[in-house]
């Protein structure tokens, strides 16, 4: 090929003393020329057919072959293999020009190769995805290390292409570097640990809803990698934690409660102590007026009637009688409006407890579950009980405690 390129040359009047130089630049000029050709054949013709094909499977697996662009990769291949053929054909008489060329392709062709096989790691690790029914096989994380070997094999035949040496040559001198090769992939190595004792333990999965306060981290998990775990918060900002923190530190995940079918409300109602007095007999039939309250005061009244007689108290005797307060009549009230109450999940835990009192008055404390796990709608539903309580507290005669405000202070 370079005898034809050089007898047209001295046909069309190249002195003889520039016909080598000559030859090689127009032969560079020829091969670069073709190499463009043939991508844009693949790029816009190959790869074009190839969509349209694609797009008429019913197979999925190739829709995600075409969306990791691993035809796209493959066909590139093309280009450069006719690029690195043609350089001998063309470029001959200059031993340094061609060498370099020559390790330009092979380069080339080694790294194009590898973003091919990780085009495809990336296709199983989609496909894995959609299909897999343990969410907590580290995939991504082996995925990611098996990228990490094939580019730095990429980079060590690289390397044995441009020194003309033997890749075994190369390695052979890594064990003097293996001090170095810790330090510098010492993330890389913590990750994977920590990825697989994530997954061993069932500790995380994508999907899950977890807090890590220390790193701001409040929401979903996108996705768990090598060196970096992404949480997707709610207000759609994305952290990334490292991998090995999750292990080396505490983090609060809400996949259990999610899969309980209950969401914990736990809040309580300060009670004001100086209101909290026993009921007399006239507020008491007046209760009697709330439905919810029925069995109670008749089964509590029997109690304290029973009670009276067994001691032989008189009617008149306040002193000794058991008598019913406001606080725990109020109480009963609340525990029996939240076992009433539609949004309440009656198969777990729920109670009204007094907490110890405080310099703010009496607390007590609502416990129970809602059978809505939706954020909006958890939020709604105890927004709605509290309403309710807050407003009842007066028909028991009890105040909720509260700060002086100006307005306290203005209206004395």
């Known amino acids: 090929m370079i005898a034809l390129l050089s007898s ?90 061609l060498n370099f060329l020559l390790v ?50 990429a980079t060590i035949l690289s390397i044995s292409f441009v020194l003309d040496k033997s890749p075994i040559y190369l390695l052979s001198g890594l064990g003097a570097l293996t001090a170095v090769l810790l330090l510098v992939f010492q993330d890389t190595i913590k990750g994977l640990v920590a990825s697989i004792q994530i997954s061993a333990n069932r500790m995380l999965a994508p999907g899950d809803w977890i807090e890590i306060p220390q790193y701001g981290a409040d929401g979903d998990v996108l996705e768990i990698g090598l060196n970096t775990v992404k ?28 899969a309980s079918g209950g969401r914990r409300i736990k809040r309580t109602i300060i009670i004001d102590i100086g209101s909290i007095h ?16 029925k069995d109670y005061l008749a089964r509590k009244l029997q109690e304290i009637s029973e009670h009276s007689k067994q001691l032989a108290l008189k009617d008149t005797d306040y002193v000794n009688q058991r008598k019913l307060t406001n606080v725990g009549t109020f109480r009963a009230y609340i525990e029996e409006f939240l076992q009433q109450h539609e949004k309440v999940h009656h198969q777990m835990t729920c109670m009204v407890r007094q907490l110890p009192a405080t310099a703010t008055g009496l607390p007590l404390e609502l416990y129970f579950f809602s059978n809505d796990q939706n954020w909006v709608n958890y939020e709604a539903i105890q927004a709605d009980i509290f309403d309710h309580l807050f407003a009842m507290a007066p028909v028991f005669d009890l105040r909720i405690f509260q700060h002086p405000s100006g307005d306290d202070w203005r209206h004395r």
């Open 231 to 258: 949480v997707q918060n709610f207000d759609r900002t994305v952290t990334t934690v490292p991998t090995y923190a999750l292990i080396s530190g505490s983090f609060k995940n809400w996949r259990d409660m999610f």
């Open 8 to 97: 047209w040359l001295t046909e069309q009047g190249v002195a003889p003393e520039n016909l080598a130089i000559a030859s090689m630049l127009v032969g560079c000029a020829i091969i670069f020329v073709i190499s463009a050709i043939a991508y844009y054949l693949v790029k816009h013709k190959l790869l074009v057919a190839i969509q349209k094909l694609v797009s008429h499977s019913r197979n999925t697996w190739d829709d995600l072959i075409f969306e990791h662009h691993v035809f796209t990769r493959i066909a590139l291949l093309i280009p450069i293999i006719i690029f690195w053929f043609l350089i001998p054909q063309f470029v001959i008489d200059e031993p340094f020009i």
């Open 278 to 293: 026993f009921y007399q007999a006239e507020k008491i039939e007046q209760l009697k007026e709330i439905h919810l309250l």
């Open 104 to 153: 330009l392709a092979k380069v080339a062709i080694t790294f194009q190769v590898a973003r091919t096989i990780g085009a495809l790691l990336n296709v199983i690790n989609s496909l894995s995805k959609e299909t897999a029914k343990d969410r907590y096989l580290p995939l991504n994380a082996s995925i990611q290390v098996i990228k990490l070997v094939v580019y730095l094999v």
